[in-house]
């Protein structure tokens, strides 16, 4: 089985390289460490993790919640805040993301893990919907389809039957 890919999206390199140190002795592969919201986006299309962990206040332009909508919309990644910051706004504005999870720093190792794992079967658990959902749609195009045919196929021998009477 493989390791659970983890993307880090932390501005303070040594919160990062502590969290990072934890996770792998946790059994989990960190596949980067970045600072900044656009680093996040970058490198969760190159990395392609199962999960993003994402610090709020970032450096540069793009703050973590706008960073986890793009890397969200584009990449169906799931992402989970990691913050000091439980504010109103800041809990609605990351609330719109949809995030699987939204940690309060300073956290132990076991709820960091607890949430990821919740957070992994989460997105496996909606992923099934949507493939199933899609398989769904393609069954009842095929029956409408079917349908369309069988009604032809009735109505040809019936305007036929019409036309001669």
Do not use: C
Not at 38 to 54: C, R
Request: hydrophobic share 40%; proline share 4%; no cysteine.
């Amino acid at each position: 089985m493989s390791l659970t890919k983890i993307l880090i999206v932390e501005d303070e390199m040594i919160i990062a390289e502590d969290m990072a140190d934890a996770l792998t002795q946790l059994g989990y592969e960190v596949t980067a460490i970045v600072p900044s919201g656009h680093d996040a986006i970058e490198k969760a299309a190159t990395t392609n993790p199962d999960i993003v962990l994402m610090d709020i206040n970032l450096q540069g332009e793009i703050d973590g919640v706008d960073a986890a909508s793009q890397i969200r919309s584009s990449q169906q990644i799931p992402v989970v805040f990691l913050t000091a910051y439980a504010d109103q706004n800041t809990i609605e504005r990351a609330k719109a993301t949809e995030p699987y999870g939204y940690l309060l720093k300073p956290f132990q190792d076991r709820e960091l893990k607890t949430t990821i794992e919740i957070a992994i079967q989460r997105h496996k658990a909606e992923t099934s919907i949507r493939e199933m959902l899609a398989q769904e749609s393609h069954i009842n195009q095929l029956k409408s389809q079917f349908l369309s045919m069988i009604s032809h196929d009735f109505r040809m021998p019936l305007t036929t039957i019409q036309s001669t009477v």
